[in-house]
């Protein structure tokens, strides 16, 4: 047989067929597709041999976490072998148990009243260790349960520690006890080192962004034409988010009173922010929100930032992210992707706009309401859709690996984030005695 000519022709006895640059195109993406299918198999088959225990807690309902472990719950649990939740008595996952599907053997209630002061409980980690012989892998959604978990850990040599972290810049402890360490951004990624340099940040920490659904009724609702739209602000009543709550209702405060503002949200300052605005006739405080079907049909754009600006987003809602020191308008994929790699946290903005120019935007957006663009849109689907998850999280947990943990080993680190803690905390305080001095 001669040897095929360079030009692209291939000799085969008498006939020549021509491979063109589209036919090649067609080969590599069927071959893609080939192995991509392949891999999934492999992965659906891991996800089939785990056996996994969930401890979150989820006694402050209106938290991002909690969200974000229920859509990975749901997204994983008719693909794994078995499952066990531990959780907080009177907490999200137990009020809305029937919502959920769940049933009452598959829950474990635990008081977690008091676990955010010391982050260990004596009554969880005796849930976790009565529980923790029948799987594989113990799942903690990071935070006041790490401990409990941690300590029980140490009576277990076959189990695999997987921590989810879920808030925060800088929030891993000394990040030699667990087998993975699942980051929601980027940005927490860059500050692993911060805490222990030794560790092989890229064995030991991965990225999963916070997933979720999207919702076609949602995006058939903000799409239908209405012009008499308000605004919609989303966020948490608590401490921690206090320059960004003072930023947003000082917005909400300064708007033209012909706009209606809904805002949404729950928390410990709830009550006291809703009494400083009773005089307003056109903001209404909604509370805590399950439902936004109505609000869909009815929003020009959302205010907040986190988790729940990006479940309005990825629908094709416009959106504002109102971070700690400045609002960031979210219309070019340059600033949503910046976002996107923090979290949409809003510590860190992709350029600052001023307050009156913010204003002004937020009022355009309510005179000529436009959808999201569609570039937007699509890399938000891309990045977070919850129907790749299971597969992402097959991915992960094949390279974790049990790791013993002793009492010493326990010990050093409690002590060790403790005292951390401390320092953090006193700083703090420092700082804002400063602040009021000058």
């Known amino acids: 047989m001669s040897t095929p000519p360079l030009n692209g022709v291939i000799n085969i006895g008498v006939r ?8 090649c195109k067609r080969l590599k993406i069927a071959n893609r597709c080939v192995n991509r299918g392949a891999k999934m198999k492999n992965e659906l088959k891991i996800l089939a041999k785990m056996r996994i225990l969930f401890v979150i807690n989820d006694r402050y309902g209106h938290g991002g976490h909690i969200k974000s472990f229920v859509s990975q719950f749901l997204a994983l649990r008719n693909k794994i072998n078995s499952f066990h939740i531990i959780c907080a008595e009177n907490g999200y996952l137990s009020l809305n148990r029937e919502n959920l599907n769940l049933i009452n053997s598959d829950l474990t209630c635990v008081d977690m009243s008091n676990l955010r002061l010391f982050h260990l409980s004596y009554r969880l980690f005796k849930a976790i260790k009565s529980n923790l012989c029948k799987y594989n892998y113990l799942h903690v959604y990071y935070g006041d349960c790490y401990f409990s978990c ?5 009576y277990f040599k076959n189990i695999s520690l997987l921590c989810s972290i879920m808030g925060g810049p800088n929030p891993f402890p000394r990040l030699n006890s667990a087998s993975i360490y699942i980051a929601v951004s980027k940005e927490q990624l860059s500050q692993v080192g911060a805490y222990d340099k030794a560790l092989n940040v890229k064995k030991g920490v991965a990225v999963v962004k916070n997933r979720l659904l999207i919702n076609h009724a949602y995006i058939n609702l903000m799409q239908k034409t209405k012009t008499n739209r308000g605004i919609l602000i989303v966020t948490r009543f608590d401490s921690d988010k206090i320059n960004s709550l003072e930023l947003l209702l000082k917005v909400a405060n300064l708007l033209p009173s012909d706009i209606e503002i809904k805002i949404a949200g729950t928390g410990k300052l709830f009550e006291k922010y809703k009494n400083k605005f009773s005089d307003k006739k056109n903001i209404e405080f909604l509370g805590y929100c399950h439902d936004f079907s109505y609000y869909y ?4 754009v959302v205010l907040g930032m986190g988790r729940s600006i990006l479940e309005f987003m990825i629908n094709g809602m416009p959106g504002i992210l109102v ?3 400045g609002i960031q308008i979210l219309d070019t994929i340059e600033s949503v992707k910046f976002a996107s790699d923090r979290n949409f946290a809003g510590r860190e903005l992709y350029s600052h706009l001023s307050f009156v120019d913010s204003l002004k935007y937020i009022v355009k957006c309510v005179e000529n309401f436009t959808p999201l663009n569609s570039e937007i849109v699509e890399y938000l689907r891309n990045e977070y859709d919850i129907s790749v998850f299971p597969y992402r999280y097959a991915d992960i947990v094949k390279k974790s690996y049990p ?10 680190e409690y002590i060790y984030v403790l005292l951390r803690r401390i320092d953090f905390y006193l700083k703090s305080k420092r700082a804002n005695l400063m602040k009021k001095i000058t």
């Open 16 to 23: 020549f067929f021509q491979i063109t640059p589209v036919m």
């Open 150 to 154: 941690l300590l029980a850990k140490t």
């Open 297 to 300: 049909e009815n929003t020009a």
């Open 323 to 325: 971070g700690f020191s």
């Open 403 to 412: 790791k013993k943990i002793t009492l010493f080993d326990f010990t050093y």
